[in-house]
């Protein structure tokens, strides 16, 4: 399995930036997909999931209303469209990928068995 995350870059707060992540290696339809984030000195949290099969979303309080994540199934691609960016969502983005798992464990990021290389998003003020 290969994740490869992409959109990263510098924007400024209030401003707008979508987040792909590419997904291959084999069909995802069991999986949970999901994007964490990680800022420096701080540990990885969880922003958003979503079930591949069913579309189902789950979200991080602190981006619910700003952050959209979706899928595309034809291109198996993932995307995390940010929007009301704010300086405290500066971060290292990572996509993740989990097989079959509970809603109570989507935001945990030992949950996730593949991982793709993080894009950096900076938002200035």
């Known amino acids: 399995v290969q994740l490869q995350a992409s959109g990263g870059g510098l924007v400024q707060a209030g401003g707008s930036l979508r987040l792909s992540c590419a997904a291959s290696g084999r069909t995802f339809s069991d999986y949970v997909m999901g994007w964490f984030r990680q800022a420096p000195g701080k540990e990885r949290e969880f922003v958003a999931a979503?079930?591949?099969?069913?579309?189902?979303?789950y979200y991080a309080d602190s981006v619910k209303g700003r952050f959209t994540i979706s899928r595309d199934n034809a291109k198996n691609m993932v995307y995390l469209q940010m929007s009301s960016l704010k300086p405290e969502d500066t971060a290292v983005y990572y996509c993740a990928a989990a097989l079959r798992i509970i809603v109570s464990m989507m935001r945990l990021p030992s949950s996730y068995n593949y991982w793709g290389k993080g894009t950096l998003v900076t938002v200035s003020s």
């Open positions: 979503i079930r591949w099969s069913a579309g189902t979303t």
